[in-house]
Nanobody, 125 residues
Framework: VQLVESGGGSVQAGGSLRISCTASGVTDRRHCMGWFRQPPGKEREGVATIRSAYGITYYADSAKGRFTISQNSAKTTLYLQMDSLKPEDTAMYYC????????????????????WGQGTQVTVS
């Protein structure tokens, strides 16, 4: 599995940015895709996830109402539309993929993610 993020950059507070992740080698239809971020000096945290086959999404409280996770119809590209950006959104954003375990419902959990991209920097000033 290879995940390559793109679209990061610098933006002013209140602005918008869309970051993308191109995924290859993800063949399990039960897979999870997600965005995580690591602010400077802090631990990595979940932002938004999606159960790819069903479109079931999860958003962290910090992302609700401002960020939207989506994927293309082929499920090979993952997006994160970020609106109303705040300086506290400044972080390295990572794309992640993994397998959603059978026999469990609900949303993807952090423990479901096994593959990670290299990250794309988002800076809000």
């Amino acid at each position: 599995v290879q995940l390559v993020e793109s679209g990061g950059g610098s933006v002013q507070a209140g602005g918008s940015l869309r970051i993308s992740c191109t995924a290859s080698g993800v063949t399990d239809r039960r897979h999870c895709m997600g965005w995580f971020r690591q602010p400077p000096g802090k631990e990595r945290e979940g932002v938004a996830t999606i159960r790819s086959a069903y479109g079931i999404t999860y958003y962290a409280d910090s992302a609700k109402g401002r960020f939207t996770i989506s994927q293309n119809s082929a499920k090979t590209t993952l997006y994160l539309q970020m609106d109303s950006l705040k300086p506290e959104d400044t972080a390295m954003y990572y794309c992640a993929a993994g397998r959603f375990p059978s026999g469990r419902g609900g949303v993807c959990a952090t423990s479901d993610f096994s593959y990670w991209g290299q990250g794309t920097q988002v800076t809000v000033s």
